[in-house]
């Protein structure tokens, strides 16, 4: 009798055993600032691909650009017991306090996309944003040797606007291209809106009577509403060299349809299966390898990833897209 209970013991401590293992799946909150964008969606759904293949469960909240909204799912998902924080921000200076709330629980956070400012974020992954912005520049000018130029950067409050905004006036002043190309107008987009953008484009075209012959837009929605707007102005398809970013569906059908000219292209899956990995590492207490740079965010020095930009137009497109 006492064999068979010492049996039953075995048996019973290994089911338990299977069964705290089923339940140990590592966790990764991943915080989103907006989910209604074809940028993001494709970044989410590529996050979700990789942590599939890893075994991890991804908690997804969606802060419907609402910073405090943001905040408080920050909390939630440290409190449901995630590995780590992955954080696209809705605000980058107060997602700050989302860092401090993690590393308070010992929750690593690793900032994507968008740098955390002011605070000890663990790490970022991002792009070469200052890169994208001297790109711009470079197409520009060499199909636009002297001409008007509206320069349309992303929304303000967002800090890689103003890094592809400091590549773009570094790379003007470095080609000396400032010469030849008369800015006739320079503004900031809110929310990196189409409508935002056809608007002000709108608003310029009324009172600038000079002919356009290039669009410097910081993203594709921007691009497109540029085109919209001088088509409402008379401008007929492929008369005005017009940029983008993200290299999105969007782009490609104005493209074909004579619209935006070229867009940036960025290695979104690259970038968020490595984030995945990145996690899975830290998850694990395992060496973090592929960080090639520091970015400071006004408190620190962060340890980053760091991806290249590159160039998408009517000639390469089919080959880099699919």
Same mark, same amino acid.
């Given at each position: ?30 915080? *989103? ?15 979700? /691909?990789? +942590?599939?293949? !890893?075994?991890?469960?991804? %908690?997804?909240?969606? +802060? ?21 924080? &992955?954080?696209?921000? +809705?605000?980058? =200076?107060?997602?700050?306090?989302? *860092? ?9 956070? &690793? ?8 605070? /000890? ?13 001297? @790109? ?5 000018? =060499?199909?636009?040797?002297?001409? =008007?130029? &509206?320069?349309?950067?992303?929304? $303000? ?17 470095? !080609? ?24 002000? #484009?709108?608003?310029? !075209? ?29 401008? =007929? ?25 070229? $867009? ?6 690259? %970038?968020?299966? $490595?984030? *995945?990995? @990145?996690?899975?590492? #830290? &998850? ?17 020095? #962060?340890?980053?990833? !760091? ?16």
């Amino acid at each position: 009798m006492k064999g068979f209970q010492n049996i039953f013991l075995v048996i019973t401590l290994f089911i338990v055993a299977i069964s705290c293992s089923s339940n140990s799946t590592s966790k990764i909150g991943l915080l *989103v600032h907006t989910t209604q964008s074809t940028r993001w969606q494709m970044d989410i759904q590529y996050i979700r /691909e990789k +942590a599939e293949e !890893l075994g991890i469960e991804v %908690l997804l909240r969606d +802060a419907e650009k609402d910073e405090n909204k943001q905040l408080e799912q920050g909390e939630e998902l440290i409190n449901a017991g995630v590995d780590v924080l &992955i954080v696209i921000a +809705a605000n980058q =200076n107060t997602a700050a306090g989302i *860092v401090r709330n993690a590393h308070r629980n010992k929750v690593p956070v &690793i900032s994507y996309d968008r740098l955390i400012r002011n605070s /000890e974020v663990d790490y970022l992954v991002s792009f070469h944003y200052e890169k994208v912005g001297a @790109l711009l520049v470079e197409y520009v000018a =060499n199909r636009v040797p002297q001409g =008007n130029c &509206i320069l349309l950067y992303g929304d $303000s409050n967002d800090g890689n606007a103003l890094f592809v905004k400091n590549g773009i006036t570094q790379k003007l002043s470095m !080609l000396g291209a400032n010469e030849k190309l008369n800015v006739i107008y320079e503004t900031f987009v809110d929310d990196w809106s189409y409508d935002n953008a056809k608007h002000k #484009v709108n608003k310029i !075209l009324d009172f600038h009577p000079a002919k356009v012959d290039a669009v410097i837009a910081c993203n594709d929605p921007l691009g497109i509403g540029a085109y919209d707007a001088l088509k409402d102005h008379g401008y =007929n398809e492929n008369e005005v060299v017009i940029t983008g970013q993200d290299a999105t569906e969007e782009f490609v059908s104005s493209m074909k349809n004579g619209g935006v000219t070229m $867009s940036i292209y960025k290695p979104i899956e690259e %970038l968020a299966h $490595s984030a *995945v990995e @990145l996690a899975y590492h #830290v &998850i694990n207490k395992e060496e973090v390898t592929g960080l090639n740079s520091t970015v400071n965010n006004g408190r620190c020095d #962060v340890p980053a990833m !760091l991806f290249e930009p590159s160039v998408v137009d009517a000639t390469n497109y089919k080959a880099v897209l699919n």
